[in-house]
């Protein structure tokens, strides 16, 4: 059992409390209806390998909700590096002070659980590492959506080439509405901006299925309402295997574009469109028909006259047939990442997710920011 404080108890951390402090990883302990009993049976019991110390917040008004739940309130950030109870410290604050809340937690003897971004550039990001090797402590970037079920779904039909050898991905994400970033992500000085928010997430899990090295880097930035943020962007990233990945996330639609994976393969199409992954399914093409002869008089439209270079027009082309394949929903252990990061600090596993693969998305976003400043195509790796 290890005790983990956490410092900010606003939307993320007060979430993070509630997932730790009640033991059931969920962030809203109060909707049972998203259980799954499946899931369930494999799921990490939080509550038997960490115990919430108490949280840390500048803001009276969450101090006083996280009394109100039952948590522990410190009263400084320092009262919580000096007390020797405390194992880990999750990070929850805005992106401009992860790293030198990280770099002091570390230097205290503790280890650090950081919300991603981990920091917003990568040259602190290089810091903080530096002395995470230091002092021997566990820095592990809370980068949680290579759990979520739409992405185990997409890369069982990466990896097992259900749809053929994959030739390229599109991935999309938003929310909110027409007026932008809330808070302090809308915000530059504090690390705001789509970017690091979700583009974080989207290129993480896209690098974990595709290996190879990155080619080209081109990005597009949307900005809506005149903050000084990405408040969207689309992304397409190269790879050197000939892989092409595109990437759509934004804050200005009212909901998520979908489907939100779509995987195009040399034999079929990979669909999968709601988080939960319900409806996922591979479309794979059947040969068509060589003997085919479309019948152009039972067609209520005139014959077409025009041929295409040597061959017939598309027009007398044969029906596309493909085969439906529905996927079963996945089944996994939701708190991995907190299974993993207990087990790195009792020496038992290495990191599943690490701040070498943090610093890789990192770099990857800098060069996506400065090919959406300079609209050019950036070589990378």
């Known amino acids: 059992m290890k ?3 956490i410092v900010g108890c606003g939307n993320m951390g007060g979430g993070h409390a509630l997932a730790i402090g009640y033991g059931t990883g969920y962030t809203d302990w109060q909707l049972p209806q998203i259980i799954d009993d499946e899931v369930e049976a494999v799921t990490t019991d939080i509550s038997k390998i960490l115990h919430l110390s108490g949280i840390y917040d500048i803001d009276e008004k969450r101090q006083n909700w996280a009394r109100g739940e039952g948590f522990h309130v410190y009263q400084s ?3 919580i590096l000096a007390d020797p109870e405390v194992d880990i410290v999750l990070i929850a604050v805005p992106n401009h002070l992860h790293a030198e809340i990280a770099i002091k937690a570390m230097r205290a003897g503790k280890h650090v659980l950081c919300e991603k971004p981990v920091t917003p550039t990568s040259a602190e990001l290089e810091e903080v590492l530096k002395v995470s090797k230091e002092t ?3 820095f592990y970037p809370r980068q949680n959506r290579r759990w979520d079920p739409d992405y185990l779904l997409i890369k ?5 080439q259900l749809a053929g050898k994959p030739l390229s991905l599109e991935n999309r994400i938003g929310g909110g509405g027409a007026d932008g970033p809330f808070g302090w992500r809308s915000e530059k000085r504090f690390g705001g901006g789509m970017m690091l928010d ?3 997430h989207l290129i993480d899990r ?3 299925m595709n290996k190879s090295k990155i080619k080209q880097i081109y990005c597009q930035i949307i900005n809506l309402t005149g903050t000084d943020v990405d408040e969207g962007f689309n992304l397409t990233l190269v ?3 000939g892989f092409i990945a595109y990437i759509e996330s934004g804050v200005g639609h009212f909901d ?3 489907p939100g994976w779509r995987l195009n393969g040399t034999t079929g199409i990979g669909e999968v469109i709601t988080f939960s992954g319900e409806g996922a399914k591979v479309l794979k093409a059947k040969p068509r028909d060589p003997n085919f002869v479309r019948d152009f008089n039972a067609l209520p439209v005139r014959k077409p006259t025009i041929k295409r270079g040597e061959g017939s027009s598309w027009f007398a082309a044969p029906p596309m047939n493909n085969d439906a394949i529905e996927l079963e929903r996945p089944i996994f252990d939701r708190n991995a990442l907190y299974r993993n990061l207990v087990d790195c600090i009792e020496g038992k596993a290495d990191q599943i997710v690490t701040g070498e693969q943090a610093l890789r998305v990192l770099k990857i976003m800098e060069a996506a920011l400065f090919s959406g400043e300079k609209n050019e195509f950036v070589d990378f790796e």
């Not at 069982?156 to 097992?160: A, L, N």
């Open 156 to 160: 069982k039909i990466y990896d097992e």
């Open 239 to 241: 790879f050197e295997d």
């Open 206 to 208: 896209i690098v974990q």
């Open 198 to 200: 979700w583009g974080v």
């Open 77 to 79: 950030l320092e009262e």
């Open 256 to 258: 998520s574009p979908t």
């Open 136 to 138: 021997g402590m566990v």
């Open 3 to 5: 005790n983990i404080a």
